[in-house]
């Protein structure tokens, strides 16, 4: 953290003895010591707290442009487009001009069904049968 070596570590304790006294040296070292651990837990608590809430801000305008890309996506379902009306436009129109030749092809073939005899019109189509394949056992 601080880049001290060897060499500076012994100077700063000389100094300490020097200085303070073998008395009151171990005395300095505990107190120098504890609020060096208070500093670093609280440094320690203090980025902690800030990474927690640059994480919860960078969520929440994550959320944000959610919510509003879901927004314009929503909004834009709900307002028919041109094309979408266009489209439903054709196909109403297809569907009505294919209801029409229904109505008039069936229109048309009731005639032809009311000439013909009962039994021709009720008959039902045969059934198709597939070739059957020969035996080959028999030659």
């Known amino acids: ?3 001290i070596g060897f060499w500076e570590l012994a100077v700063i304790a000389i ?22 651990r208070q500093f670093r837990t609280t440094w320690l608590s203090v980025r902690n707290e800030f990474m927690r809430e640059m994480q919860e801000a960078e969520l929440k305008k994550e959320v944000e442009k959610t919510m509003e890309a879901a927004r314009e996506e929503f909004s834009e379902l709900q307002t028919p487009s041109a094309e979408r009306v266009a489209e439903l436009d054709e196909i ?27 039994s021709e019109v009720t008959s039902q189509p045969e059934a198709i049968q597939s070739p059957q394949p020969e035996d080959k056992t028999k030659s």
């Open 92 to 118: 109403t129109k297809e569907f009505k001009q294919s209801s029409c030749t229904y109505e008039e092809s069936k229109a048309a073939a009731e005639p032809v069904a009311a000439s013909k005899p009962q």
């Open 15 to 36: 100094l300490g003895l020097v200085i303070l006294g073998p008395e009151r040296l171990p005395v300095a070292i505990r107190t120098v010591a504890k609020y060096t």
């Open 1 to 3: 953290m601080f880049d």
